[in-house]
């Protein structure tokens, strides 16, 4: 069985910044991507940013230029630095791994979620 656990979110004005990470636990084989998707109220879950274990990125185009994933292979840990928050990135964030997938991590794709961490961006 894997867990993730997500740490990092929280309250900051708009412009700020804040940084989530993610780290898998368990008896774990093979984790090929790993990524986050965020859900506001009202809305559907929807990809923020994935990176594969050989390191390829795909961001959601409301996020290119101001987010950035990275990923430890060795720790099995995943992190999202988000600068330039706005209002509309106030979302639950949720980490999630693939054991096969691809860079555009579908839902379908995904074997293991996390339990989301608010993230909410206000003055």
């Known amino acids: 069985q894997v867990q993730l656990v997500e740490s990092g979110g929280g309250l900051v004005q708009p412009g700020g910044s804040l940084r989530l990470s993610c780290a898998a636990s368990?008896?774990?084989?093979?984790?090929?991507?790993m990524g986050w998707y965020r859900q506001a109220p009202g809305k559907q879950r929807e990809l923020v940013a994935a990176?594969?274990?050989?390191?390829?990125?795909n961001y959601a185009e409301s996020v290119k230029g101001r987010f950035t994933i990275s990923r430890d292979n060795a720790k099995i840990t995943v992190t999202l630095q988000m600068n330039s928050l706005q209002p509309e990135d106030t979302a639950v964030y949720y980490c999630?791994?693939?054991?096969?997938?691809?860079?555009?991590?579908?839902?379908?794709?995904?074997?293991?979620w996390g339990q989301g961490t608010q993230v909410t961006v206000s003055s």
């Open positions: 999630a791994a693939a054991k096969y997938g691809s860079v555009w991590f579908r839902v379908e794709e995904i074997n293991y």
């Open positions: 368990g008896i774990i084989f093979n984790i090929d991507v």
């Open positions: 990176i594969t274990s050989g390191g390829t990125t």
